[in-house]
Nanobody, 121 residues
Framework: VQLQAFGGGLVQAGGSLRLSCTASGRTFSSYHMGWFRQAPGKEREFVTAAWSGGSTFYADSVKGRFTISRDNAKNTVYLQMDTLKPEDTAVYYC????????????????WGQGTLVTVSS
């Protein structure tokens, strides 16, 4: 599975962005998909995940502001980010794994290249 993420950019605090991650391959629907982020000088952290069965999970820091969704027909997972804050500034990575625990722990087999989100105050 190859992942390609895009949609990052510069936005003012309070604004919105939508990230997309497109996967190659025919078995996208069987993969759990997630988003992680890494801010400058910090470790990569879990943001959100969408299980293959449809359940979604969010880090407390983004709950209520970010929404993950997936379109299996388009092999794409989306991250809608609203009410952005300067602390959301990071490189965002999409990830895929058929084991949910590995995805959640950041030990996925497949990662996208990352897309930079910068939120100005």
């Amino acid at each position: 599975v190859q992942l390609q993420a895009f949609g990052g950019g510069l936005v003012q605090a309070g604004g919105s962005l939508r990230l997309s991650c497109t996967a190659s391959g025919r078995t996208f629907s069987s993969y759990h998909m997630g988003w992680f982020r890494q801010a400058p000088g910090k470790e990569r952290e879990f943001v959100t995940a969408a299980w293959s069965g449809g359940s979604t999970f969010y880090a407390d820091s983004v709950k209520g502001r970010f929404t993950i969704s997936r379109d299996n027909a388009k092999n794409t997972v989306y991250l809608q980010m609203d009410t952005l804050k300067p602390e959301d500034t990071a490189v965002y990575y999409c990830a895929a794994d058929q084991r949910g625990i590995d995805l959640y722990r950041g030990k996925s087999d497949y990662w996208g290249q990352g897309t930079l989100v910068t939120v100005s105050s």
